[in-house]
Structures are given as C-alpha cells and as structure tokens.
C-alpha cells in the first residue's frame, strides 16, 4: 500500500480536516488543526507531504519520527498540529485496513465510555447558570466555564466578586456533587491567580484549568499550596518534552493535551502514559469537530488515567456547523447519563460525508480569536 495524495479541507466554524489516499481505494481522515492558524497548519502538512507521498502508511511510528525529527527546526504548534492531522489519518487508514478500531492496535480498550463535560461559556458572563441548569437537564454530570473577563496583573476585586458570583450561581443551581470546571484561559496574572483560588476554594470545584500560562510553570507550587482544589492545564503544550518539566515539577493533577496539536495518536499516548507515571489524571483538550472527537476517544479507550474528555456539541464556536454536521453515522457519538461511547467501527470509527466537506470548503473559514483590551488600551490575554 502506498501513499498518492494528501488533501486539506478548511471547514466551517473554524477547522481543517485532511484526507490521506492510497493506491488500494482506502482512504484516512485527521484534524490538524491550531484555532485561528489553519491555514498555516495547512501550508505545513502540504510541506511535509512531500516525504509521505509514494510511502507506506503503514509505518506509522517511522513515519512520526522522520516528520517530527528530519527537519531539524521542531515543535511549536503549527508543526505539531500538521504532524498530528497527518498521524491521526494514518492510524484510520490503518485500521480500516485491518476492520478493527485504532483501539485494538493500541492494545484493546481498558472501558467503554468516558465521561464528558459541556462548555457554557463565561467570556462575558451572562446566564451562565441557567446554561449549566440546562445541561445537567441533558443528562451531562459536569460543565467547564471561563473564569472571568480580561484581567490585569493587579485588578480590582469588583472583578473577583463577579468570578465568585457567576461560579456560586452555578453551584447552586446544580447543586453540591455536578462537576464545574473553571477555566482561568491563561488570562490571569499569578497575583490575580493567587486571590482566585484562595476564594474558590468554597466551591468544590473539579479543577482550575490554566491558572497561569503554561510558560510560567514555575509559580504553580505557589499557587498550588493556596488550594486543595486539582490544577489542569496542557492545552499549549505540544510534545512529551514540553510536558517533561511540568510533570517533573509535581504541582499538576490533571494534563490537557490535545491530540489535535500535540503529534497526534502516537504522541499523545506517549504523554499520557508519562503522567500516568506521575500519577497523574489525563483530560483531553478537545473543543473541535467530529474527527478530531473520535481520535481523543480511542487514545481515552486506552489511557487508564484518563477520567473525562472534552467535547465540543452545542459550543458557541459552532453556529454554522456543529461536529454532527460532516459524519454520515452521527450514533457513533452515543451520549448517556453524563457519557460518550467508545467508538468501535474500523480506524477511528467515523465516517466523513466527503461531499458535504468539500462543499463546505469551498466557504471556508477565516476564524480569529478575540483581541482584548484592558482599560488603559493595552493588551490583555484571551
């Protein structure tokens, strides 16, 4: 079997799905994509494609390391966000190849769904509790918000007060054991974080997601004795050597990469397994569309610290297209009491409508986060 074409999609509300042909008729999908840089991931696995084609797809594991290592510059998010469309394809083309799911080539699921949670928003917070309300009326167990709105390194507490109004609102809409996570987004300053998590403490939280930018790693064990409270974060991290210092540094309960930037299958049950070590939960990051979904379940199916998955239905992101929207057998994400079921078709178990991607790609996307100000005209953190 042989490698003839690679071809990126860009796709409404803001991602890329690749197709990988081969010479026998069997095709695999990814999602390389980095939000609001797609077009770039996509110029690099264009680039890349020039060793692929005319390859074996089969060699999944040479394949990742003449991609990550033979062109001596490596990392960063548009390489490994192309590197992991690229290998998330190769592992569907794989198990189709063979008829089982990515899976049972990855040693056979160790459960049978994952719990997922909902995102309601929290940008600019408005009813948010109402919006938790209405997904635990869904069946959904647990939700994630963003904290607050941009925050200054030293803020007033009028802007504390909100975040703990809109967070015990919640509370008390859905009551003591639902599970809020709550996302500072990397947009507040280690001060400001400090007084944060001192006062949701109260709450019972599932975890802080990003309470500082990843690359200030070192003011987590600061942060971390001010809160008994589990701290996420990983989403910005894109190799198991990026992961290495923060796991080393033991101030990390939860790891959020996602298999959508951070090299793919391949990559991310390496890391996943580097956590596991540590003694570490796994929570995949994965606010995207259908394939990339199905790719976070099968590695879930796998990784015995992984306790929940993210999963974008119904997020604000996906007005015009939700992740139902491209699959033609929607049942494979079989939502109930709080859960998703493992996927158990051939590759990763979803099947691309590929002519309803190729007509949506021909309306594109040009999506761009937010630029924020603070009141004094400077930037401020998304």
């Not at 999963?311 to 939700?322: A, E, F, P, R, W």
């Not at 991607?357 to 309306?363: L, Q, S």
Request: hydrophobic share 40%.
């Amino acid at each position: 079997m042989k490698i003839t074409k690679l071809e990126t999609f860009l796709v409404p509300p803001r991602w890329c799905f690749l197709k990988i042909s081969t010479d026998e008729g069997i095709v695999g999908w990814g999602e390389p994509v980095v939000e609001g840089r797609a077009a770039a991931v996509a110029a690099m696995v264009e680039e890349l494609s020039d060793y692929l084609v005319g390859t074996d797809p089969r060699r999944i594991e040479d394949h990742w390391t003449v991609l990550y290592r033979g062109g001596f510059y490596r990392g960063g998010p548009i390489h490994m966000s192309a590197l992991a469309g690229i290998d998330q394809a190769l592992w569907d083309i794989k198990g189709k190849a063979l008829g089982v799911p990515v899976h049972e080539l990855l040693g056979g699921k160790l459960r049978e769904r994952i719990k997922v949670y909902s995102w309601i928003g929290g940008d600019r917070p408005g009813d948010t509790a109402a919006m938790a309300k209405e997904r635990a009326d869904l069946g959904f167990s647990a939700i994630k918000m963003n904290a607050s709105e941009e925050m200054q390194f030293i803020d007033n507490h009028a802007k504390v007060d909100g975040v703990l109004e809109n967070v015990a609102a919640i509370r008390e809409a859905v009551g003591p054991n639902f599970g809020i996570g709550v996302d500072f987004h990397g947009r507040v300053h280690k001060p400001m974080a400090k007084v944060l998590m001192r006062e949701l403490e109260r709450y019972n939280l599932m975890f802080i997601e990003e309470p500082v930018l990843s690359e200030h790693y070192e003011a987590l064990p600061e942060l971390a004795g001010l809160t008994s409270t589990p701290i996420a974060l990983g989403e910005r991290l894109f190799s198991r050597w990026d992961f290495k210092p923060i796991l080393e540094g033991g101030y990390v309960d939860i790891i959020q990469p996602d298999p959508s930037h951070s090299g793919g299958i391949t990559e991310t049950r390496k890391i996943a397994a580097m956590a596991e070590a540590y003694d570490v939960a796994l929570a995949l990051h994965c606010p995207l569309g259908p394939i990339a979904l199905a790719v976070n379940l099968q590695i879930d199916a796998v990784a015995y610290n992984a306790f929940i998955q993210e999963q974008s239905l119904g997020i604000h992101y996906n007005q015009s297209n939700d992740i139902l929207d491209y699959i033609t057998n929607p049942e494979v994400f079989a939502y109930e009491d709080g859960f998703v079921t493992i996927p158990d078709g051939p590759g990763l178990g979803v099947e691309i409508n590929e002519d309803y991607v190729r007509e949506r790609a021909e309306i594109g996307h040009r999506w761009r986060n937010p630029i924020w100000r603070h009141a004094d005209g400077s930037f401020a953190e998304w």
